[in-house]
């Protein structure tokens, strides 16, 4: 046992059993953590059961049954809740079912699927729960709100009514180490957006429908699977009302590479342009860009330029990298352009097109320049980046150009 766990009652007999993960430098093998992350799990003692929410990533199972073990003992668990099937969160759910001989996992239909598949759970130890199920554990009870897609097909939320806590895993999470509650961390509603960039905003509609059925619980404590715990819960709330439902701002982002310059000349151009017209601008070299920070401004941006030089045929695989993560991630981007320039015959410019046209995004216009950009070509920048500050302000009847070799 060792006695300098940190064990954190963050409600009325609600414990904090997770872990810090300081030392994490990625997520999903490819988002950059640069304050780490926590995996949250938390106790709550009724008077005559216990509960366990949620478990701990791989390398971190000794530590919850140790921080367990400081506030009851693991083995007189009486249910596992399992509002997620991922490993950060269920990876330890065999060696709790192990030690703990009357625990029964709770879990949502699909979760039962997972825990039976991963965790290797027998039908016998599932309680299979769905939403306006609850569970009382004497003078506390667990409610259980189905949230799907939140963020895989399973998961749901945990409700303590008693308290006022709600267990939301991943929704509302933020990779970080740093800060038990919100307040104890000053970026982290920067960080809280980056996470909801990378992992929610694909899932706007399910989302929405999730704020929608917690809407009638003044919550008081906010208790996500990462990062800190909210005794403030309002302000996170509030941005996650806007986020799911696609709010932009007057804002762009301007992403390019560039192996000789003259893209790199042009983005900063438009750029430039731009932020004279009085939007704001957050230009990513796509060359040493850290991923989670372009995912945190796709959460509101209206506008993306993307810029690349034509190599073998194509986008430079880092311009296509990031048109893919566009893809995948679903922003709410209204408008794009293209910047690029090319020796030969080209083809970034298609290939950009290719990738963003199906996106529902309006793609406002294209600049693809034969060799080094010149007066002219910097002209046809600066009459793009007019084009499309019209439409991100709004304006009806702007015009835009469009390079010959995408006509
Ligand atoms: C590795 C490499 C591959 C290239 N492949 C193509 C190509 O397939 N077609 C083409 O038109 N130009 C090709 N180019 C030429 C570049 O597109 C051209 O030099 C462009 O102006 C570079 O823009 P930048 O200054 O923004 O890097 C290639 C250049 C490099 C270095
Ligand atoms: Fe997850
Ligand atoms: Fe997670």
């Known amino acids: 046992m060792d006695e300098t766990r940190h064990v954190e009652e ?7 059993v997770g872990a810090r993960d300081w030392d994490r430098k990625t997520f999903d093998a490819f988002i950059p953590l640069p304050q780490g992350t926590t995996y949250n799990a938390y106790l709550v003692k009724g008077r005559e059961h216990t509960a366990l929410i949620d478990t701990v990533n791989p390398g971190f199972w000794k530590q919850l049954h140790e921080k367990v073990d400081k506030v009851d003992s693991l083995k007189n668990l009486r249910y596992l809740v399992m509002n997620h099937a991922e490993p950060d969160h269920a990876s330890a759910v065999p060696y709790v079912m192990g030690e703990s001989p009357d625990a029964t996992l709770v879990t949502t239909a699909k979760g039962a699927k997972m825990a039976k598949l991963y965790s290797k759970v027998p039908d016998g130890r599932i309680l299979v729960v769905k939403d306006g199920d609850a569970i009382d554990l004497g003078g506390k009870t667990l409610a259980f709100i189905e949230a799907p897609w939140l963020h895989w097909p399973e998961t749901m939320f945990t409700y303590l009514p008693e308290d006022r806590v709600l267990f939301s895993c991943d929704y509302f999470g933020a990779h970080t180490a740093f800060g038990m509650y919100d307040d104890e961390n000053e970026g982290l509603l920067s ?27 003044d919550i008081r404590v906010l208790a996500p699977s990462h990062g800190p715990v909210y005794r403030n819960p309002g302000k996170i709330v509030d941005e996650y009302r806007r986020w799911t439902a696609g709010e932009t701002k007057e804002k762009a982002i301007v992403a390019f590479v560039s192996m000789w310059g003259t893209t790199d000349r042009m983005a900063k151009a438009m750029a430039e342009a731009l932020a004279n017209d009085g939007i704001e601008v957050c230009v990513f070299n796509l060359q040493g860009a850290d991923v989670g920070d372009i995912a945190r401004e796709l959460v509101d941006a209206r506008a993306l330029v993307l810029g690349s030089p034509t190599v073998l045929g194509g986008l430079h695989p880092l311009a296509a990298y990031a048109a893919s993560l566009v893809k995948v991630l679903r922003p709410p981007l209204k ?17 950009a097109l290719e990738l963003l046209g199906p996106l529902r995004i309006d793609v ?5 320049i034969n060799g080094p950009a010149d007066g002219e070509a910097m002209g046809k920048v600066a009459d793009l980046a007019r084009a499309l500050s019209a439409k991100i302000k709004g304006a009806t009847g702007a015009t835009a150009r469009t390079a010959e070799s995408i006509a």
């Open 364 to 368: 406002v216009g294209a600049v693809d």
């Open 335 to 351: 408008y794009a352009a293209f910047l690029g320039s090319y020796g030969w015959g080209g083809g970034a410019a298609r290939q």
């Open 191 to 217: 960080l809280a957006k980056r996470y909801y960039g990378e992992i929610m905003m694909p899932f706007g509609k399910p989302g929405q429908k999730a704020l929608e059925k917690i809407e009638p619980l």
């Open 10 to 16: 963050i409600a009325d007999s609600v414990y904090w």
